[in-house]
């Protein structure tokens, strides 16, 4: 059996302040993808409909990966002042070929921008920074070192597909963003928040198979007894499926 390809949208990076960009994606999400049974491919940012239309039909699914900031014109709001670093082109892109990609059905699979965007994708909005979530809100950049470091645990639905995965309703994560989920999409629903209220997960309601979380499980590929591995081997199981 042929194992399931897997699109990754890569995230265009300026190479040394001159007009040229590479696309890149970080090589955990690479290795995560292929020690759970998938082929990663990494899609270049592209205005080429015809382009992206062949790789949505060439790929079995798709990991929306994390990066910079969304722009907050693409959820009709002005720039807050801890706004960080945006790309509205790249933004662009990526709602573009989300809308691709949702017409097919395919398996989808965010994490942390991928979140962000895909909530945008459907008509949510963003905590431009998480000061504005709340005063309780908790530090979600965290300070413990590496990325497998754990930051704090989330709470899971037992109704979803997250609880289905990981068998408990808690689970500790790492956390490397400063934005989260405010308005949340049409089609999607919360299934696991932080301990402060902040959205840590995003499912699907009418899609086949829609799951975001806001923690990056490929940070803990190279940790023994990796308890994030089993995101990866789901969502590529889903994509098995849809090959077949």
């Not at 300070?143 to 689970?171: A, M, Q, W, Y």
């Not at 956390?175 to 902040?198: E, Y």
Request: contains cysteine.
């Amino acid at each position: 059996m042929k194992k399931p390809i897997i699109g990754i949208p890569a995230h265009p990076t300026v190479i040394d302040h001159s007009q040229f960009f590479t696309h890149g994606i970080g090589d955990h999400y690479i290795a995560s993808v292929t020690a759970a049974g998938g082929i990663p491919v990494i899609i270049p940012m592209s205005d080429n409909d015809d382009l992206l239309a062949e790789m949505t039909d060439y790929c079995d699914g798709f990991l929306i990966p994390g990066g910079i900031d969304v722009n907050p014109m693409t959820y009709h709001e002005g720039p807050h002042p801890l706004l960080q670093m945006t790309r509205l082109d790249f933004d662009l892109y990526e709602l573009k070929f989300l809308k691709m990609i949702f017409e097919t059905g395919k398996p989808v699979f965010g994490i942390c921008r991928g979140l962000q965007i895909i909530n945008v994708a459907l008509g949510g909005t963003l905590y431009q920074d998480l000061s504005l979530h709340s005063p309780d809100t908790f530090l979600h950049v965290q300070k413990e070192s590496g990325r497998e470091g754990i930051s704090h645990e989330v709470t899971i639905e037992k109704d979803s597909i997250l609880f289905d995965i990981f068998g408990k309703d808690r689970v500790p994560v790492n956390s490397f963003h400063h934005q989260a989920a405010k308005k949340i999409g049409k089609g999607l629903r919360v299934t696991a928040r932080a301990d402060d209220g902040v959205v840590e997960a995003l499912e699907g309601t009418d899609y086949p198979y829609l799951v975001c979380v806001q923690w990056h499980p490929e940070g803990f590929i190279h940790t023994p007894n990796n308890h994030m591995l089993c995101l990866f081997e789901r969502f590529i199981q889903e994509a098995q499926k849809n090959k077949a």
